[in-house]
């Protein structure tokens, strides 16, 4: 797959008001993968901390990585449009601990360490629902655990949420179509995987269709084989610490013990005024999976929780955005 055809398909989606988001069919969804996302984040993140953050987007968890007291945060996409409007969101930001630094480029092809100061390492690197994009090759999953890798600290983080495989194959073979869908989402398998069998020996280009109203627009995607994901990925010295379905990240991160993240839950308005969640966005939810790999070795002690490395200062502007080729 040509990845213009990825990058196209963000840079062309246009750009929310508050309003336009709140009149979303799939407005609880983004509430629950926001808060999904912002305790991802915390259960990985200490103040002081540097970050790097693969298929970054529009910079939609920018905020995240300011709340949590990261102090170094890099940025890369490959979308232009959307990393224009990252470093709009950060340059609209009242204060923040940290100036992005803030690439463009196809993170599964180009090495991202060209590109930023020799002497930055990084506690965490993220890369939220985007590794399905780099499952076309074995060659593309290798060079982002290489970009991970290459300068994450030992005993640092990768995180992320992608689609859940397990979950997709299991309700397409529920199916006599290759295809499934509700009234929010709709996923196509490629006619050549018809019979729904899929090579062990060689899960890359195991392509479908996505459609999530007015998230994703018929976009190919390809199937996540996380056990072999986990063999690339301890050849790169990392160790998988966490795979959740999202239904299950809900019951056990709402449970009484965590009081902090289910009061978050809770006061970002995931819930409608039944205090339910739309049943249609709840199926959609449980397709997805979070992820969390660590690096082998003694992690380096942060700050602990409540404190900060350096005060919030007033963004100083960024106006500049490095290309990777």
């Not at 912002?38 to 968890?61: A, E, M």
């Not at 990084?122 to 090759?137: L, T």
């Not at 983080?157 to 006599?176: C, Q, S």
């Not at 239904?247 to 809770?266: G, L, S, V």
């Amino acid at each position: 797959m040509d990845n213009s055809q990825v990058a196209d398909h963000y840079n062309q989606r246009p750009l929310e008001t508050r309003h336009s988001r709140k009149q979303s069919p799939i407005f609880q969804l983004r509430k629950f993968n926001n808060w999904l996302k912002s305790v991802l984040i915390f259960l990985h993140t200490r103040p002081g901390y540097s970050v790097l953050d693969l298929c970054c987007g529009k910079g939609g968890d920018i905020h995240k990585w300011s709340e949590a007291g990261a102090t170094t945060y890099v940025a890369a996409d490959t979308a232009d449009v959307a990393v224009q409007e990252c470093m709009n969101r950060y340059n609209n930001m009242r204060q923040a601990p940290f100036r992005p630094v803030l690439l463009v480029g196809d993170c599964f092809k180009a090495s991202v360490e060209r590109y930023i100061d020799r002497d930055i390492m990084f506690d965490v690197v993220s890369c939220q629902f985007a590794i399905h994009y780099a499952f076309e090759s074995e060659a593309r999953v290798r060079k982002l655990l290489h970009n991970v890798t290459h300068r994450l600290k030992s005993g640092g983080f990768f995180i992320g949420t992608t689609v859940d495989a397990n979950v997709l194959v299991r309700k397409l073979r529920a199916v006599d179509d290759i295809e499934i869908s509700n009234m929010v989402y709709q996923v196509r398998l490629d006619e050549k995987f018809k019979d729904k069998r899929f090579p062990k020996d060689n899960p890359y280009g195991i392509r479908y269709v996505f459609k999530l109203d007015q998230s994703v627009d018929e976009c190919p995607e390809y199937l996540v084989y996380f056990p072999a994901f986990c063999r690339l990925a301890e050849e790169y010295d990392l160790e998988l610490v966490m795979l959740t379905n999202f239904h299950d990240f809900f019951t056990e991160f709402t449970k009484e013990e965590y009081p902090d993240y289910r009061a978050r839950f809770f006061s970002m308005g995931v819930l409608n005024e039944n205090g339910t969640v739309d049943p249609h966005q709840w199926d959609a939810i449980y397709l997805y999976t979070a992820f969390a790999f660590k690096k082998k070795g003694p992690p380096e002690p942060g700050l602990p929780p409540g404190q900060v490395m350096k005060k919030n200062v007033e963004p100083v502007g960024v106006d500049e955005i490095i290309t990777m080729r």
